[in-house]
């Protein structure tokens, strides 16, 4: 069945804009975007709105048991369709999930693939890799040696990863862990990378300190998750080709948090934190280190965790905007060069003819007031429309 948006204002998430387009598509993909007439099976009136790419959030972790509790399967399950639902109804349409406590996010990814269940599309990354009982490690191959963690590489790999997650510092999350305290050594994270070069995988390093980050850089990791940078991590970057990816609030949430549960987590952040990140985005500014948006959530059965899937993307594009990216280039971290970094660019991320229809219909014009990308109408993925605003 073929539908279009008529009249509307199409933003193709690589920095243009068109006024007063028919944008026709299926299944199949985008077929036409054009200012002539077409004619289709379905018609939706776009007068007054903006298309966009669907957004990509590049750091969640799907499901729950991320702060080591042990959840059965069938809980995991329930909590990513739900979290799955809560992405749709925020407009993303692409997650990379980045640590689970088993691999049921590889196989939930397996389901949308196989068209059994609907939702985002997946990048999973299933168990991640670290040192024994480093960050993470409850949900996590624990290897101590290069050899160790090659095995431990193949191993998800094998499980089917399309992202290795390595931890190359502690964190947070982790009861006992030093958040800026390296782990994983530069060699081991070097042969993650050659393991996942060889398949076409992506390589994703959990960095909180700098000492850590600049082995992940120098071992060729693909994205640097949460630091916050100096000069040299940022020139390091730009040489490598790096991306950063900032999620910067779940740090605002560790810091406001009261909940009891948050306490460890609370002790280790400071209210400097979030300067600290502000100086990264004006880093990666400054030295064109690309920015893919990133949120961190982490999920529980309901999806009330500390930083809740879906609505929290919002909250983290929003921060992005007030530490200086202009609303464009803040659309572009969460589209097309989000796709660029999950290598799908081919697939999403952009609207044009032939890509794949990952799109969002919002009211008004975010690349004038970003608030509106929380005015959603309908979300539509791989042609189907799977949110429609009552
Ligand atoms: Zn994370």
Known sequence: MNTVIRHVRVIDGKGAVFEDQNVLFNQEGIQKITSEEVTADQEIDGNGKSLLPGLIDCHVHLGCGVLGETVPEEEQGLAMVLQMKECIRHGITTVRSMGTADDSDIKVRNLINSGYLKGCRILASGRGISITGGHGWSMNYECDTPAETRKAARKAIQAGADVLKMFATGGMGTKGSIPNAPQLSEEQMRVVCEEAERRGLLTAAHCTGLEGAKRAIRAGVRSIEHIQMDRETAQMMKERGSYYCPTIVTRYNIIHSTEPEYEFMRKKASPQDLERKKKAIELC????????????????????????????????LGIYHEFGMSNMQVIESATSVAAQMLQIEDETGALEEGKCADMILVEGKPDYNLDDLKELVMTVRAGEILYCRE
């Open 285 to 316: 500014l400054e030295y064109g280190v690309p920015i893919c948006a990133g949120t961190d959530s982490i999920g529980s059965v309901c999806n009330n965790g500390l930083t809740r899937m879906g609505e929290s993307l919002l909250t983290e």
